[in-house]
């Protein structure tokens, strides 16, 4: 290990090995990086050049994470118990940026995606444990997101049998034109409307002595239902198809090792914004509903907008349904991707967002299979859609122990990493 450079590296073009569009310039939603630039970035104009053309990954999977399941518990949270679970958010996000750091850094010190890695390191045995979890996790997390997707859209008085079909229509359309700029593009539009949550949240002045109440760590007693809801923030927070997706993703973009100093920014920054993002949904719900009349009356994400409604105004209430719109289709459109981008890397058939689906079949139609199905199983009549979508963020909470196990054995692999593990990668 003299080099410093990992073995597994050395001896095959990894980045190269399943699909080569996976090599070539950085072209990001916000700038260019040519691959045959080699020298440093001293100027601060050229170093936010490269921060802007390499950021999305990790704002994305940080943003995509205020989706469904994170709105349905930030908001039965506040409604139940006020501000006081401000500090688990405070707790899980640093928590969050670490995790996903790692995943970063994998992918672009390999080339490869967390699925590649997990088969290639621990067998077909696990390879199967772990894709297996992730894609029935991922087809319930879906689910979520379309009831997210008829919620928010029945605020405004729209039919889910109209709008979930559409919102599958809409993302197919989206994930399959063989650009990664554009996806990245309409990510951050829909980033942006989502931001629209921190201003109304003040807006209403909340009072400083309780937000500041709520950061510090107390319990709600051993109920099952306040049980069950502090696991769901947990799962809701940090779950697996994160893990996958970011890996992938930054593979697929081209970030190499060279810029994992940007890319640990990228994550951070999106850690920022997750945090601000879900801290102003738990404290717009506590300052529109807490009391002792809705305490624990929580029903679902889409009759706390109307209630908000009710008692803001309607313009706060269809701004978070339009935040509640954005977050699902963001969160859906990530999560079936992380399943795609696991199965191509499993089965070895070409995976990346640069290809059209002719060049892509495999990938691209195991998206659309994903989102067709979700979208399917929401419009059964009947459906519980509250308790569902709790339900599936505490399952997310208990399944995630198995992958982060798998992480941190890959990133404390010296063969794997070389100079870059968790124990030698201080910058």
């Not at 936010?48 to 994170?70: K, R």
């Not at 949904?281 to 009710?310: E, K, N, P």
């Not at 969160?331 to 892509?360: D, P």
Request: glycine residues 10%; contains cysteine.
């Amino acid at each position: 290990m003299s080099s410093g450079m990992p073995t597994f590296a050395r001896t095959a073009d990894r980045r190269n090995a399943l699909d080569r569009a996976h090599a070539g310039d950085i072209e990001g939603a916000l700038g260019t990086l040519h691959s045959f630039e080699t020298g440093p970035r001293v100027s601060l104009k050229r170093k936010l050049g490269a921060l802007l053309a390499i950021s999305a990954p990790g704002i994305g999977v940080m943003v995509a994470d205020n989706d469904t399941g994170t709105f349905s518990v930030l908001t039965q949270a506040g409604q139940d118990h006020g501000t006081s679970l401000l500090w688990v958010l405070l707790l899980l996000c640093p928590a969050l940026y670490v995790i996903q750091k790692m995943v970063a850094r994998l992918g672009a010190v390999t080339g490869s995606g967390l699925a590649q890695l997990t088969l290639e390191r621990f067998g077909k045995l696990w390879c199967a444990f772990s894709l297996g979890d992730l894609l029935i996790l991922n087809l319930a997390i879906l689910v979520t997101e379309f009831i997210g997707v008829a919620l928010a859209l029945s605020y405004f008085g729209a039919s889910r049998y109209v709008t979930v079909p559409a919102a599958a229509t809409v993302l197919v359309a989206l994930t399959t034109n063989a650009s990664f700029r554009r996806w990245e593009r309409a990510m951050y539009l829909m980033i942006g409307a989502d931001l629209a949550l921190i201003p109304l949240a003040l807006i209403h002045h909340p009072r400083p002595t309780s937000i500041a109440a709520g950061l510090i760590p107390t319990l709600h007693g051993a109920s099952a239902n306040s049980t069950l809801l502090l696991v769901a923030l947990i799962g809701t927070t940090i779950m697996p198809w994160q893990l996958f997706f970011q890996q992938s993703t930054v593979a697929d973009k081209q970030i190499t090792s060279r810029w994992l100093g940007y890319a640990r920014a990228d994550t951070a920054i999106g850690a920022v914004l997750f945090a601000a993002c879900a801290g102003a949904v738990l404290i717009l719900s506590a300052t529109a509903l807490s009391g002792a009349a809705l305490h624990g009356h929580f029903t679902d994400v889409g009759a706390v907008a109307r209630a908000i409604g009710v008692h803001l105004g309607a313009a706060a209430g269809a701004i978070l349904a339009i935040a509640l719109l954005n977050g699902s289709l963001l969160c859906a459109g990530a999560v079936s991707l992380s399943g795609s981008y696991a199965i191509a890397e499993v089965v070895g058939t070409k995976h990346s967002q640069h290809r059209s689906y002719r060049e892509a079949k495999a990938f691209r139609a195991s998206f659309a299979a994903g989102v067709a199905v979700a979208a399917g199983v929401v419009l059964r009549p009947g459906l519980p859609l509250g308790a569902l979508t709790t339900l599936v963020q505490a399952l997310a909470g208990i399944l995630l122990p198995s992958t982060l196990v798998l992480l941190l054995i890959l990133s404390n692999d010296e063969q794997l990493l070389g100079r870059f593990t968790n124990r030698r990668w201080r910058t």
